[in-house]
């Protein structure tokens, strides 16, 4: 529905925009930014503020905007609570600890809003945003022999659990987190899920960090909590890189590819040198 | 503003070189990179930072963003990665030629010669058995051939798996050619053309007198050097960043899937398995088993398949793996 | 019976002959030619050779093969019919020292020649690894080069000797042979120590020269392709080694026969000799030969298949039945009967056999890189094929020029068959002729 909305928008600004470009002289982008809340038990939430443009091969990120950032308020009177500005890939994080409790509507909800002023890169452009906060925890925990992953959301306003709600768990790795516990998994009544553990992934000494996601909610937005525990299988270095092998570089040369050859050379070349002394000697020993 | 947008390579470089460079500033900084000249009226706490230009600005700590980096002030190139394996999963099922990650390789690797690093094989092993398409690079043996004949230790062996060459060491006698069965090494037969390096080798000399390496050998390609050898590197200066190799991010189909061995997973982008779950499930094997490199590059095989080999028929090009029109043309404007 | 001073004035060194001289000319002019093309092989890089990423290795390589072959003969005729008591080869151990001294020197240019990056060859000395096939090659070359050089170097102690006395007065050269006879006079304790060193180098040749072979063959068979894969190739590339040098002695010294006049000295007995022994190690050869390929081909796997096939049947069996007819059956069968054990026929075998040896390289080197284990794809249609280029024939008969140019030079001003151990065998002695001015 909202990525509808978005559409929309995009499409009717695309209209007005054509029609105005005929006239225009400037080769001014026309960002479109797009806004979500993303909350991080412990690292604190955040105003996640995107823009990208349409370029040449497609969309691009629009670097460099500059943000202001206000709350709204009923009756829209608005707050600044700072600035931001989007980086190469055209984002940027605004920390949004400053925002109080008591700075909600009586339904628990924020309403923020965004606006780049016109620069030498980017037309003017302004987006709003309404979510709720969330406490989203976990931790893990033994249940039959088995490491279960524990996590709770709950409403901030309330203090009342969120059920029936898809939360994602995952296990981080390199490149892309490894999903854990199937598909779907929702909260219960007690706005709790549990997870089981596969008792034999592999972490670096043992360690593993799980993440619980509520994704792209309304009006949660995206909620994250992590935990580390010492649960996995210490990854053991296979690697032959500190051997003496075959295909080591010089310093690691096998022994016995050390000792051999060079007792052959050196045993050739002491002979060498004697024969090359012999010469001298011939010269040496005239009558 | 255009001309930077829209020029992948120079993308390319100012990261290559913002790891290099953060590397040379110590510890202190190396996690993190900057939105460069944002001045802030706030009275925050701020950083000096060093710009790729050379020059040092001040900077709020707000505005310094975690850019993730594997590398750590130890991290030395001949070592690599520390417990780390890389590997790379190609599911035979889902590729149907699309040639995506060629083009991705040879664009990102700067590939100007006639032989692709990494090649789409048409393959049927008999009469009778059925065709399917098979993207081949190079396999990073965990005993490799091309390392054991190396007569100058120019390509060496990773203690993270990777095998890579020192463009300024090798000496062109191409028996790790020879050697590899894969034949996935190229040789430089001439000065490669790549034009538009020019540039770069010119900022990289300035690079030089911050400690910077001119050639390194994590950026295979960057630039070529005539009479030596190159090859497929597993992109360490994308798994540096915690990003995946090109050829996996540009496949329509999903079929390369890159991981970490240790961690037991690997993913495409789009799906994330367990690496033993994945090869177990879908019978993986590797190319040339008997002959005991001992690759790490996995296949699975080209069973219930998603897509149809004839599909990949109509960009089959038998003699060619490196488009070669307009390249130049292009390059020579930047 | 000779007296002392005609035998030295039949076998000093000789001024060129016009002859002579065109023919170093000739030489000469086609170096200038290879160096030429080889500056610019090094402006342009390999592109100017027909060597591509299939076929990484081509003539430079199957040429690098064959001087390694042709330097074996030193071991052999020196040391091993030496220490075997064949006292018959003395004229020609000198013959075969100088192949041998010329043979390693292009043999060593050569695979230089063949590196991407020259300039870096010091690499192999200060990141050499010792895992490496090649880096055994540098070793064992080099150290059989010295010794080679030493080889050739003490029997002609006397000889320059001699040749300081008998050109004194007569020719600058005099002074250069009194400096290089390193005041020999022929003492007891000079000839003790120069007869030990001698015994020393006979047998310290053999190894050297079996591993210098050995090792070279090893190059490919350290390798997984077909065709190279095998545990055959060391002794197979050595009994090959001592047919192409046994040709190469024959061939030159039926030359040097003519232009020197030296029938009194390299008499019909020594082709018939030389005969027998080149018939020996063909069939020592051809029983390798058959070794390497009919026991594939009775197996006939993929990969040696595809291999064989372009061998026995596809673009390379003429060339094939060329080398081992022509180059190997043919000579058997003409030396095998005393009639072609004449100098004519013997010297036409010996060249054929040296033309066979050095295609016999072509045919191990090439056509094995163009049947790799996967398919050749992706590539140029031209990169499915390898023939060389202009150039690179140019440099390559450059190689063979300067290796031919050494043994000229060294005939120049080298006694070609040694004197001293000549007027020995036959019983001349100075004092004799000193008696009678």
């Known amino acids: ?287 | 503003m255009k001309e930077n947008s829209n020029n992948p390579r120079r993308k390319f470089l100012n990261t290559g070189l913002k790891a290099g460079l953060l590397t040379a500033i110590g510890a202190a900084a190396t996690k993190a990179a900057i939105d460069m000249d944002k001045a802030y009226s706030a009275e925050e706490e701020t950083v000096e930072l060093m710009t790729p230009e050379g020059k040092l600005i001040e900077v709020p700590i707000s505005q310094v963003q975690e850019m993730p980096e594997l590398k750590d002030e130890n991290y030395k190139v001949r070592e690599g990665f520390p417990n780390r394996k890389f590997v790379m999963v190609v599911d035979l099922a889902r590729c149907k030629n699309a040639k995506k990650c060629i083009t991705a390789c040879n664009k990102t690797h700067f590939i100007t010669g006639e032989n692709a690093w990494l090649k789409v094989y048409k393959m049927q092993e008999s009469k009778h058995t059925a065709p399917y398409w098979q993207p081949t690079m190079c396999m990073h043996c965990d005993k490799p051939p091309c390392v054991k004949v190396c007569p100058v230790d120019a390509t060496f062996k990773r203690q993270d798996g990777l095998v890579l060459i020192d463009n300024e060491r090798c000496i062109g006698c191409r028996f790790c050619m020879a050697a590899c069965p894969y034949s996935t090494r190229v040789f430089n037969w001439e000065e490669p053309k790549q034009g538009e390096m020019t540039e770069i080798h010119l900022q990289m000399e300035d690079m030089g007198h911050m400690g910077h390496e001119m050639h390194s050998p994590d950026y295979a390609g960057f630039p070529s050097v005539k009479g030596t050898v190159d090859k497929c590197d597993f992109c360490p200066h994308m798994i540096d960043q915690e990003e995946l190799p090109h050829c996996v991010t540009a496949c329509p189909n999903g079929v390369f899937f890159f991981g970490d061995a240790y961690e037991d997973t690997v993913t495409n982008g789009d799906e994330t398995f367990r690496l033993s779950k994945l090869l177990e499930e879908k019978s993986g094997y590797r190319l040339m088993e008997n002959l005991g490199t001992e690759p790490n590059v996995y296949y699975l095989p080209p069973s219930n398949r998603l897509v149809d080999f004839e599909e990949g028929l109509e960009n089959y090009t038998e003699f060619e793996s490196v488009e070669k029109p307009d390249t130049s043309e292009n390059s020579e404007e930047l | ?437």
Request: net charge neutral.
């Open chain 1, 1 to 287: 529905m909202r990525r509808f909305n978005f559409l929309l928008c995009a499409f009717a600004v695309l209209f007005v925009w054509g029609s105005y470009t005929g006239h225009s002289q400037s080769e001014k982008n026309r960002a479109r930014v797009s806004l979500s809340y993303e909350s991080i038990t412990g690292d604190g939430s955040f105003l996640v503020i995107s823009g990208k443009f349409r370029g040449d091969e497609g969309f691009e990120p629009a670097n460099d905007m500059n943000f202001d950032v206000y709350q709204v308020f009923e009756g829209d009177s608005l707050s600044a609570l700072g600035k931001a500005t989007t980086d190469a890939q055209g984002e940027a994080r605004f920390a949004l600890d400053a925002l109080s409790v008591e700075t909600a509507n009586e339904d628990g909800e924020y309403t923020l809003k965004v606006e780049a002023k016109d620069n030498e890169k980017y037309r003017d452009t302004d987006k709003d945003i309404t979510f709720k906060k969330s406490e989203l925890v976990a931790r893990i925990s033994e249940e039959g022999g088995v490491n279960h992953l524990i996590a709770t959301l709950v409403d901030s306003q309330t203090n009342s659990p969120i059920t029936d709600q898809p939360l994602l768990v995952y296990v981080k790795r390199l490149f892309k987190p490894l999903k854990i516990g199937g598909e779907f998994v929702s909260t219960d009544e007690n706005g709790m899920i549990s997870v089981p553990v596969d008792g034999d992934l592999p972490g670096l000494n043992g360690n593993l960090t799980f993440e619980v996601v509520l994704s792209d909610n309304d009006p949660y937005g995206t909620v994250k909590a992590r935990v580390t525990e010492t649960i996995g299988i210490p990854i053991v270095d296979e690697s032959t890189f500190n051997k003496r092998t075959m295909w080591s570089p010089p310093g690691k040369t096998p022994f016995f590819l050390l000792i051999f050859p060079n007792l052959m050379i050196v045993g050739i070349w002491a002979t060498i040198a004697l024969l090359i002394f012999n010469l001298f000697k011939i010269n040496k020993s005239k009558s």
């Open chain 3, 1 to 437: 019976m000779k007296d002392y001073n005609t035998l030295i004035k039949e076998l000093a060194p000789r001024k060129f002959t016009a002859l002579g001289k065109l023919w170093t000319g000739f030489l000469i002019a086609v170096l200038v030619a290879a160096l030429v093309c080889y500056y610019f092989q090094l402006r342009d890089g390999l592109i100017i050779t027909e060597m591509r990423d299939y076929a990484l290795w081509g003539v430079y390589i199957s040429n690098f093969v064959f001087f390694v072959a042709i330097s074996l003969v030193g071991s052999l005729m020196t040391a091993i019919l030496r220490l075997s008591g064949a006292n018959w080869s003395t004229p020609l151990t000198r013959i075969s020292e100088i192949i041998a001294v010329a043979a390693i020197i292009m043999a060593g240019l050569t695979i230089i020649i063949d590196m991407g990056r020259p300039e870096r060859i010091l690499y192999l000395f200060t990141h050499g690894r010792l895992q490496s096939p090649i880096i055994w090659d540098v070793v064992v070359i080099s150290t059989y080069l010295v010794i080679s050089l030493l080889l050739l170097y003490y029997p002609l102690l006397p000889d320059f000797a001699i040749l300081k006395k008998y050109f004194k007065g007569k020719n600058k050269l005099s002074k250069w042979y009194g400096k290089l006879a390193l005041n020999w006079s022929g003492t007891d304790s000079q000839r003790q120590i120069y007869n030990k060193s001698i015994r020393i180098l006979s047998i310290m040749i053999i190894p050297v020269a079996f591993g210098i072979h050995t090792v070279t063959a090893w190059l490919f068979a350290t390798t997984y392709r077909p065709g190279w894969d095998s545990t055959n190739f060391g002794p197979y590339f050595i009994a090959g080694a001592f047919v192409a040098g046994a040709g190469a002695v024959i061939t030159i010294m039926f030359i040097l026969r003519k232009s020197h006049k030296l029938q009194d000295y390299i008499t019909d007995g020594h082709f018939d000799k030389m005969g027998k022994l080149l018939v020996l190690l063909c069939l020592l050869y051809l029983y390798f030969n058959v070794n390497e390929y009919l026991v594939p081909a009775y197996k006939m796997t993929v990969e040696e298949g595809v291999h064989l096939n372009e061998l026995f049947l596809g673009q390379y069996a003429a060339l094939f039945y060329l080398v081992i007819v022509g180059g190997l059956i043919v000579p058997i069968i003409v030396l095998i009967f005393p009639k072609g054990r004449k100098p004519v026929p013997v010297f036409i075998m010996g060249v054929i056999v040296v033309l066979g040896a050095w295609w016999k390289r072509y045919l191990i080197v090439t056509p094995t890189l163009l049947h790799p284990f996967l398919p050749i794809q992706g590539v140029p249609e031209s990169w499915h094929h390898y023939y060389p280029s202009t150039m690179e024939w140019i440099i390559t008969f450059g190689t063979l020029a300067g290796a031919l140019l050494i043994i000229t030079i060294l005939v120049r001003y080298v006694p070609i068959i040694p004197i001293h151990e000549t007027a020995e065998e036959r019983g001349i002695t100075e004092s004799e002729t000193t008696k009678k001015p």
